[in-house]
């Protein structure tokens, strides 16, 4: 089958160390792409190492980075961060890391030289990991339609699929689909309290929208994931509740499996010495 090659350009907005598999997955998806005849191009923190990440990839890669200073004042508040997330991991502390996300995706959408470059480069579609609010922003600088890759289920972004409370239950909220009537007032509290602090996430991205958007131009950014063509969900519709489906829902699970490799010799008599330590 013939594709018309287009230009594509694939980004992640996660800077914690601990989210080098928002990398991975989205080397994967770029390369998948490139393979297939399709011209990308992703934009990389160059402060993202993964060690252990040896795929060879074939895509332009454009690195940016924080000043020193910068990036000393990030390192230090990662760090206090990261700390929170172990001992106290709350809705505070997803605040502040959202805070933080906030402050990065401000100095992106501030460097010019990167926005200038983006925009010459004329692409016809993004292709976005939706983890975070800030690449809907920079979709709507860019003015391009886009598609949305959806990592995990349990995201703050709303992807825009039907969820009956009366029969989905909410994450975190131990619930079946068969819900009794008390269930069902538990489901419905739990979606208030979710969507409450899914708006005051959201709005600590007010500052940014409001330092780089004109007046009269300013996106409401809980509308923008609604202007994705298409949505993209590493996952598996199995391993959900049954719910309505819409058509531009597309389950695509299983990116980053590879054929299974036989075990090498030493392996093999470790495993089995092992093996007869069992009960």
Same mark, same amino acid.
Request: hydrophobic share 45%; glycine share 4%; aromatic share 14%.
């Given at each position: 089958?013939?594709?018309?090659? @287009?230009?594509?350009?694939?980004?992640?907005?996660?800077?914690?160390?601990?989210?080098?598999?928002?990398?991975?997955?989205?080397?994967?998806?770029?390369?998948?792409?490139?393979?297939?005849?399709?011209?990308?191009?992703?934009?990389?923190?160059?402060?993202?190492?993964?060690?252990?990440?040896?795929?060879?990839?074939?895509?332009?890669?454009?690195?940016?980075?924080?000043?020193?200073?910068?990036?000393?004042?990030?390192?230090?508040?990662?760090?206090?961060?990261?700390?929170?997330?172990?001992?106290?991991?709350?809705?505070?502390?997803?605040?502040?890391?959202?805070?933080?996300?906030?402050?990065?995706?401000?100095?992106?959408?501030?460097?010019?030289?990167?926005?200038?470059?983006?925009?010459?480069?004329?692409?016809?579609?993004?292709?976005?990991?939706?983890?975070?609010?800030?690449?809907?922003?920079?979709?709507?600088?860019?003015?391009?339609?886009?598609?949305?890759?959806?990592?995990?289920?349990?995201?703050?972004?709303?992807?825009?699929?039907?969820?009956?409370?009366?029969?989905?239950?909410?994450?975190?909220?131990?619930?079946?689909?068969?819900?009794?009537?008390?269930?069902?007032?538990?489901?419905?509290?739990?979606?208030?309290?979710?969507?409450?602090?899914?708006?005051?996430?959201?709005?600590?991205?007010?500052?940014? @929208?409001?330092?780089?958007?004109?007046?009269?131009?300013?996106?409401?950014?809980?509308?923008?994931?609604?202007?994705?063509?298409?949505?993209?969900?590493?996952?598996?519709?199995?391993?959900?509740?049954?719910?309505?489906?819409?058509?531009?829902?597309?389950?695509?699970?299983?990116?980053?499996?590879?054929?299974?490799?036989?075990?090498?010799?030493?392996?093999?008599?470790?495993?089995?010495?092992?093996?007869?330590?069992?009960?």
């Amino acid at each position: 089958m013939h594709y018309e090659a @287009i230009y594509v350009f694939t980004f992640t907005f996660r800077f914690l160390y601990v989210s080098g598999s928002h990398f991975m997955v989205m080397s994967r998806v770029s390369q998948i792409l490139q393979d297939h005849g399709h011209n990308v191009t992703n934009l990389l923190n160059e402060k993202l190492i993964i060690l252990d990440f040896k795929e060879k990839i074939s895509y332009e890669v454009i690195n940016w980075h924080l000043s020193e200073d910068e990036l000393k004042e990030t390192d230090n508040r990662r760090q206090l961060l990261c700390e929170d997330i172990v001992h106290r991991s709350n809705h505070h502390t997803n605040i502040k890391m959202f805070e933080y996300f906030a402050d990065l995706c401000s100095h992106l959408l501030s460097r010019n030289d990167i926005m200038d470059s983006l925009r010459n480069k004329k692409f016809d579609l993004l292709f976005l990991d939706v983890t975070d609010p800030c690449v809907f922003l920079i979709a709507e600088k860019l003015g391009k339609q886009f598609v949305a890759f959806l990592p995990s289920l349990f995201s703050i972004i709303d992807y825009g699929l039907p969820n009956p409370l009366s029969f989905v239950p909410g994450f975190g909220s131990i619930l079946n689909d068969q819900m009794d009537f008390w269930a069902r007032v538990k489901n419905f509290l739990m979606f208030l309290d979710s969507s409450m602090k899914k708006r005051e996430i959201f709005s600590q991205y007010d500052s940014t @929208i409001q330092q780089h958007f004109a007046e009269g131009f300013r996106p409401v950014l809980s509308d923008l994931p609604r202007k994705a063509e298409l949505w993209f969900v590493s996952s598996d519709f199995a391993l959900d509740f049954p719910h309505p489906v819409l058509p531009n829902t597309i389950y695509v699970g299983g990116l980053m499996d590879k054929p299974v490799r036989i075990l090498s010799l030493s392996l093999e008599t470790q495993v089995l010495s092992l093996w007869h330590w069992a009960p």
